[in-house]
């Protein structure tokens, strides 16, 4: 009960000032550009349309979700308390968990809800320029979806965590922007770079494997490019995946504990902090 | 009478400094206490203390039958806290705010929003937090503590922004709740305004407890003198009147007023010496310490003490 109260404030609060509305119309609009603008190089002829934008659509997604969830979360904690909302806040009945757990899900309910309405605007937009669009690629679709919602909720709870560790804001925003330039960008550089250097002498598959699901962002990258057959050929992985041993439920897995393992540890943090 | 707050030995240590120095007491029902001391003296640590809010270093505390340090938080739908600066969300409005607060209470929330008119924000209780006066968030944060009936009420220099009518309607109504049982804890420097209101007195000085009182105990340990002012007609400028005692400090104050230091049990005799007399006294006062002077007593003597 006490943990609804605090996401419903969440919501209405996130509603009130705009973040709503700018992640919903900042995802819909790439979203729609990617669609129209996307199926040049390919063409119109022979293609499904659907599975080129959700190949384009999920490598979006890798950039902007984990950033917008940075830039909701890293604030959650840190920032009630030097506002000191937080103070009053927790002198109610309310447990410190059940303050975490309400702001999680309230957050993940605006995340995804910008997530279902700005992608689903691309797909209306093919349904309403009369593409096919077959039940395969819309399942394909529909999964790319509730991955980016979970990568989503991944990153939310890592900047919970950071939130709940950190002095003061401003320290939280830069160690946010540090772990996104880092998982998001330097990370699959410098695996590529260790791997061309390798030469697969000493980095087995199983090590590789290791490698990629240590990321929660590769952990995405895989499950929509590598997960559906008709869909990992446009993006170039079809070699990839019928090699790799990482299946969709280990990669659902790791997804599922990049976001309850650092969410129990902002917990656990957040129980021990004095205000 | 029923305690509903218990400080046993409790310390609370900031690195080397010791906010809080074994400090004991136990506040029962129907209790208005006021928590003097100087900024830093250890009154909001108390506060947060009970609240949970931080943890003991030694010593333990129980709140409305919770252990507030192990995150215990049953009895806190019967606690109100307002806070030194509170603060709010400012996206939501007065009424949004107050109605959130009553849900975590489980409080009816029509009822919750009549006490936004109680505290006299009214009209303004539609607008944005953010737009709000210092003035207007106390009066919303004093709405939001005094939510359901609360048994414990721990105030935070309450008055600090407040007018002196609302002021006025702020003391009645926590008049109101400790004359129906409720324990109220509120720390303020507006000694003058606490002296005839509150029933008890805890002094603190770096941390530690220096007195712990009514009033009236308080005087008598403090041993402070009573001024009485007598108008003396007749009398030169610089002269005391014959019957004034010579083991008794005597000063005069402008052209008519003679003031004379009496210890407690001295009172009654001086004034009967005044008035037997015979010499034309027109007017008396007599003024017993004041809460100022009995902080000020009290504050020195633990500074002389080791």
């Known amino acids: 009960m006490n943990v609804l109260i605090i996401a419903a404030k969440e919501i209405h609060q996130a509603i009130r000032n705009r973040w709503v509305l700018a992640a919903t119309l900042l995802l819909a609009g790439l979203a ?19 599975d080129v934008v959700i190949v384009s659509l999920s490598s979006l997604t890798i950039f902007l979700v984990p950033l917008i969830a940075l830039l909701i979360s890293h604030d959650a904690i840190i920032g009630e308390m030097e506002r000191g909302t937080m103070l009053l806040l927790l002198s109610y009945p309310i447990a410190r968990w059940q303050v975490l757990l309400g702001k999680f899900l309230g957050h993940l309910a ?17 349904a309403a320029t009369g593409s096919d669009i077959d039940g395969d690629s819309l399942l394909a679709f529909a999964a790319m979806v509730g991955s980016s919602v979970l990568l989503g909720a991944a990153f939310v709870a890592i900047g919970y965590l950071v939130s709940a560790l950190v002095r003061d804001r401003g320290t939280a925003a830069g160690i946010c922007v540090g772990l996104w330039l880092l998982l998001v960008l330097i ?13 697969g002498r000493s980095i087995s598959a199983t090590v590789l494997n290791a490698l990629l699901l240590s990321n929660p962002t590769d952990a995405y990258r895989l499950i929509n490019l590598t997960g559906f057959a008709n869909v990992s050929t446009f993006a170039g992985m079809a070699g990839l995946a019928q090699s790799t041993s990482l299946t969709i439920p ?18 656990v943090a957040f129980s021990r902090r004095e205000l | 009478m029923t305690a509903t707050v218990h400080v046993s030995d409790v310390t609370k240590a900031y690195g ?45 505390i129980e709140v409305l039958g919770d252990n507030p340090a192990a995150g215990e938080f049953a009895g806190r739908r019967q606690l109100g806290y307002l806070p030194e600066n509170v603060s709010f969300d400012p996206a939501l409005t007065g009424r949004e705010t107050q109605a959130f607060y009553a849900r975590l209470k489980r409080e009816p929330v029509a009822k919750a929003l009549e006490l936004l008119d109680a505290v006299g924000l009214g009209a303004a209780s539609r607008r944005r937090v953010n737009t709000y006066s210092k003035g207007m968030r106390q009066r919303l944060g004093l709405a939001q503590a005094l939510l359901g009936q609360p048994r414990v009420l721990l105030l935070d220099e309450p008055t600090t922004g ?123 006062d007599v003024v017993p310490p004041t809460l100022d002077e009995l902080y000020a007593h009290f504050l020195r003597q633990s500074e002389q003490a080791p």
């Open chain 1, 32 to 50: 729609l550009s990617l669609t129209f603008l996307g199926s040049a190089p390919t063409g119109n002829v022979g293609v499904r349309a659907l």
């Open chain 1, 110 to 126: 605006v995340l995804g809800f910008a997530t279902c309405l700005g992608y689903g605007a691309a797909v209306g937009a093919l």
């Open chain 1, 187 to 199: 990370y699959d550089m410098a695996l590529l770079g260790v791997l061309a250097l390798d030469q």
């Open chain 1, 250 to 267: 280990v990669l659902l897995t790791t997804l599922l504990s990049w976001t309850l393992l650092p969410l129990g540890l902002a917990a």
């Open chain 2, 16 to 60: 080397r400094i010791r906010a809080v120095r074994d400090a004991s007491f136990t506040l029962g029902q129907g209790e208005l206490v006021a928590l003097i001391g100087h900024n830093g003296a250890g009154k909001t640590t108390l506060m947060k203390l009970m609240l949970g809010l931080i943890r003991p270093t030694s010593g333990s």
């Open chain 2, 162 to 284: 407040l007018d002196p009518e609302l002021r006025q309607t702020f003391y009645d109504i926590i008049a109101r709740l400790a004359a129906a049982g409720a324990t109220v804890l509120l720390s303020s420097h507006a000694l003058t305004e606490l002296e005839e209101r509150a029933g008890r007195v805890i002094i603190m000085n770096r941390g530690i407890k220096v007195a712990d009182g009514s009033i009236d105990e308080l005087r008598r340990l403090a041993r402070l003198p009573t001024r009485i002012r007598l108008r003396v007609a007749g009398l030169a400028p610089s002269e005391l009147p014959g019957w004034a005692p010579k083991d008794a400090t005597c000063r005069r104050l402008n052209g008519h007023i003679v003031e004379i230091d009496a210890a407690p049990e001295r009172k009654i005799e001086l004034l009967h010496r005044a008035t037997a007399a015979g010499n034309s006294v027109e007017d008396v």
